[in-house]
């Protein structure tokens, strides 16, 4: 009997709430929407869409309470390739702005709750209405910087990761030898102590990531230390935990213990069954 491969994850957390969205791919083309409650450990499921979603195009508001996500669907304009505003963990689009390609940069919460998709703030939706504030996209890269390279990480970098510096990038791509040529970031842990630094290491879509970006995290406080060969994704939450996604489809909560980050809770996400339905009278009007 062949058995189904584990989903593959990508994690947004919230920037202000112990809140964040599981963007979970699998089994085959189905992706599955899920909302974490990191204070409690509690994954509640949401929308399943026959559809694609792009997840490192995507963002939450800092309240936690909205995704903002980019699809693509074989559905009829405006819901061919779009960008939706939906209540976490659901996918009902309560705005909708067509794209009509997969040439779309990403949709941004600013830490303020104004929302950025790349169009001129004043484009209203396609469908629905938006009743929060519209503006424009952290600009990237910054000058000098090789376009295409950062272009790979925009979405960590608008979320407050920013390019290592020569030497920390050189010894971050020492202890991950696999990587080779890459472009690294780094992130401070919002209690302080140690930093996070993810190196970029190009595409390769044959791998078990969401959207084909093969990358290494390694945590420093003195020395550097990779994380566990089978992370896929990794980020601090706003209270400073180590959140963290894996290869074999599970999201863990990891602590600094000797011998390496433990984890201390893990949610198996193998095994789901796609169930689309419709989203409950809540998630369905502003």
């Known amino acids: 009997m062949t058995q189904t491969p584990p989903p593959r994850l990508h994690v947004i957390p919230a920037r202000s709430a112990p809140v964040a969205a599981v963007l979970a ?10 909302r974490w409650e990191l204070d409690t450990g509690l994954v509640e499921p949401g929308a399943w869409i026959h559809a694609t979603i792009y ?13 903002c996500s980019f699809i693509l669907a074989s559905r009829p304009p405006p819901f061919d390739s779009y960008f939706a ?22 949709c941004q919460f600013h830490p303020d709750g104004t929302l950025a998709l790349g169009f001129p703030p004043e484009t209203p939706p396609d469908h629905g209405s938006y009743p ?48 080779g040529a890459a472009i690294v ?18 595409h390769d ?22 994380l566990a060969e ?19 489809g599970a999201i863990e909560v990891r602590e600094d213990s000797t011998g390496g980050w433990r984890p201390v809770w893990r949610h198996d996400l193998r095994g789901r069954t796609p169930e689309p339905g419709a989203a409950p009278d809540w998630a369905c009007h502003w």
């Not at 842990?189 to 970029?200: I, K, N």
């Not at 879509?205 to 990779?226: D, F, I, K, L």
């Open 25 to 34: 791919r699998g089994p085959s083309s189905w992706f599955q929407v899920l």
């Open 55 to 67: 997840p490192r195009r995507c963002d939450i508001s800092p309240d936690g309470r909205l995704l």
């Open 85 to 106: 505003v939906s209540r976490l963990p659901w996918l009902t689009a309560l705005a909708a702005w067509r794209v009509g390609s997969t040439y779309a940069a990403a």
């Open 132 to 179: 929060g504030r519209l503006g424009s996209l952290t600009p990237y890269p910054p000058g000098g910087r090789d376009v295409w390279a950062t272009a790979a990480v925009v979405h960590e970098l608008r979320r407050g990761w920013r390019i290592a510096g020569e030497d920390d990038a050189r010894e971050a791509v020492a202890v991950t030898p696999a990587a």
């Open 185 to 202: 970031i780094e992130r401070d842990r919002p209690s302080g102590e140690f930093a996070l630094e993810l190196v970029h290491a190009g």
């Open 205 to 226: 879509h044959r791998g078990g990531w969401v959207e084909g970006a093969e990358v290494h995290y390694v945590v420093r406080a003195g020395e550097r230390r990779a």
């Open 230 to 248: 089978g992370v896929t994704w990794a980020d601090w939450d706003a209270a400073g935990r180590l959140l963290v996604a894996t290869a074999d």
